[in-house]
């Protein structure tokens, strides 16, 4: 400390732990009035509600073993009148045969719609979806993956019954499966960050995107919005762009409650998670440009956080008791706020690795982030 008085003015001494303050006030901002949001909501269960006849979507690329484990689970929902358009997108595997079969058990729930591969054509999960949007009978549409299986036969009451009064966009959650490893831990830690945003924002009347493992909007929406026309160029945004560029304040509703999620197989190496997260940073430079400021400052604000800590934590480490308070301070309501998300999005077990996982997860989204963002994306999904 001695060594920066000859260096600088006094009033400039501690700046960086002014700057820490100001970062502090931030977190603690988005901690307590954004996150805080879906901490004090109060779930409802919709399956009271009034049940309009459903459309579920699931476009499926290649998916014989997943729709052999996943299928039945959907097909079975206790719900009065819905079908199931599976739409089978170019697979060069066993899939067709499979949903033959199903077919032939579910004759009156499941309808299939193929696609066949064109020499001049690549098709992309958007033209999937919108061929099964295309063809599907019902107003209200439901979707989700090959991969995905609802929590249980209950998983559909709740989404279509949040569609009364006249809600045109639903979004839900949908966890991963729990696995052993650091690296699932860190997917679900990420998976239920992005949700309680994603949520949080939405219940603030200012939903900015949705996952489409458990998302539902009306047909007429689709075509009111003319699709994905304003963002067919790139591959991904079948889910987050639809719902940035359509909600409105009042056409949005979550729906979490436990019987409303849908569980999915989740990355098992590092490398497919890495291509995952790239895809879904290639989407993000279309949002509404509110939304973008939005996340980039709370992205740039937790990452700036960490790294001025660290710097003040070199410079004055006589003052290491206020540096570990403040650390202490954005901690301790994490977990005050947290505690009661987790619990609403079933991942209460990640709550004790929060520190790690808090720390690991905003420099990996960042850095892949960076180096992602501008990238032309190739993979269907």
């Known amino acids: 400390m001695a060594q920066l008085e000859h260096v600088f003015p006094y009033f400039l001494q501690y700046s960086p732990l002014g700057v820490l303050g100001v970062l502090l006030l931030a977190q603690l901002y988005y901690i307590y009035f954004v996150y805080g949001k879906l901490a004090t909501y109060r779930v409802a269960t919709y399956q009271q509600s009034v049940q309009p006849p459903v459309s579920i979507i699931i476009c499926a690329h290649n998916e014989q073993e997943n729709l052999k484990t996943f299928l039945p689970s959907v097909l079975n929902q206790h719900y009065p009148t819905f079908e199931i358009i599976l739409v089978d997108d170019c697979s060069n595997d066993d899939t067709p045969w499979i949903l033959k079969e199903f077919a032939l058990t579910y004759p009156d729930k499941l309808r299939i719609v193929e696609i066949k591969e064109h020499i001049r054509l690549k098709n992309t999960k958007k033209f999937a979806v919108t061929m099964g949007i295309k063809a599907a009978k019902h ?3 439901v979707f989700t993956d090959a991969d995905c299986q609802p929590v249980g036969d209950n998983w559909l009451t709740e989404m279509a019954g949040a569609f009364s009064d006249d809600k045109e966009i639903i979004l839900g959650y949908s966890p991963y499966f729990k696995t052993k490893g650091f690296l699932n831990k860190l997917i679900r830690f990420e998976t239920s960050h992005t949700a309680m945003s994603y949520l949080a924002y939405a219940l603030k009347k200012n939903a900015y995107m949705g996952v489409g493992r458990n998302l539902a909007y009306t047909r007429s929406l689709f075509f009111k919005g003319k699709g994905f026309n304003k963002h ?6 079948d889910d987050d762009l639809f719902v940035n ?21 989740p990355k098992t190496t590092w490398k497919s998670y890495y291509k995952q997260k790239a895809r879904h940073a290639g989407a993000s430079v279309l949002y509404k440009n509110r939304h973008k400021r939005t996340l980039a400052s709370q992205l740039i604000s937790s990452v700036l956080f960490y790294i001025i800590l660290i710097i003040c934590a070199a410079l004055y480490p006589e003052l ?7 650390y ?4 301790v309501s994490q977990f005050i706020v947290f505690s009661k998300i987790y619990r609403k999005l079933a991942v209460r077990d990640l709550l004790l690795w929060l520190p790690l996982l808090d720390l690991f997860y905003y420099f990996y989204i960042c850095f892949n982030g960076i180096l992602n963002r501008r990238k032309q994306q190739r993979s269907w999904k």
């Open 232 to 237: 067919m160029h790139i591959k991904s945004g």
């Open 139 to 141: 107003e209200h549409l």
């Open 245 to 265: 560029h359509n909600a409105t304040k009042d056409n949005v509703r979550i729906a979490i409650h436990p019987d409303s999620h849908v569980y999915s197989q």
């Open 320 to 326: 290491w008791f206020v540096i570990l308070a403040i």
């Open 328 to 331: 202490a301070v954005r901690l």
